[in-house]
């Protein structure tokens, strides 16, 4: 289905499935989506002021320039398969124990968001910004690209591997080999 020229009807949906449907630059705000999955969506620039997400799993989505941090926070959660995240933004978010599998998360902005326990599967986090970041018992262990700055995060029990700790110390300007 195709919502960028007919607004999806306002309401609550539970337990939906929307499969290739395309929302991209369309309006999605006001809406409630409680345990519903997005499969092959795409989202990108999609209006989502107010909306609430709950349990909702995006897999194989675009969700690209996504203003995420516009949606309402209450009981929001979901996660992320193989999805297109590049240039979202996720500020002053609460993410704890969010899960993203494998995506693109180039650009994207996670800053002053609190991702306590999140996991960072296989995701290529080229200039994600991390600025005053919680990432305490985050895993990024399997995660590339990234730069964060200890100095300026919270990184208390995150895991992360020897092979990414290039990440941590790019700002040093060091040779590491």
């Known amino acids: 289905m195709d919502y960028t020229k007919n607004r999806l009807p306002k309401a609550d949906y539970e337990n939906c499935i929307f499969e290739n449907c395309k929302f991209s630059d369309s309006y999605l705000d ?34 690209i320039g996504l203003h995420i941090e516009d949606c309402n926070d209450f009981l929001m959660s979901f996660q992320f398969e193989n999805c297109n ?12 124990n969010t899960r993203f599998t494998e995506c693109k998360l180039v650009q994207t902005d996670f800053a002053q968001a609190d991702l306590t326990k999140a996991l960072f599967l296989n995701c290529n986090m080229e200039n994600a910004i991390f600025q005053h970041t919680v990432l305490e018992k985050a895993d990024l262990s399997t995660s590339f690209n990234f730069n ?28 590491i080999e």
């Open 30 to 63: 006001n809406q409630n989506f409680m345990e519903c999955e997005f499969i092959e969506c795409d989202l990108g620039n999609a209006n989502v002021k107010n909306t609430i997400f709950k349990e909702v799993v995006f897999k194989r989505c675009k969700l």
């Open 85 to 96: 995240l590049n240039l979202a933004s996720f500020l002053g978010m609460k993410l704890a």
């Open 148 to 175: 964060i700055d200890p100095e300026q995060n919270r990184l208390k029990k995150a895991k992360f591997s020897k092979d990414n700790l290039r990440g941590l110390l790019k700002k040093y300007d060091i040779v």
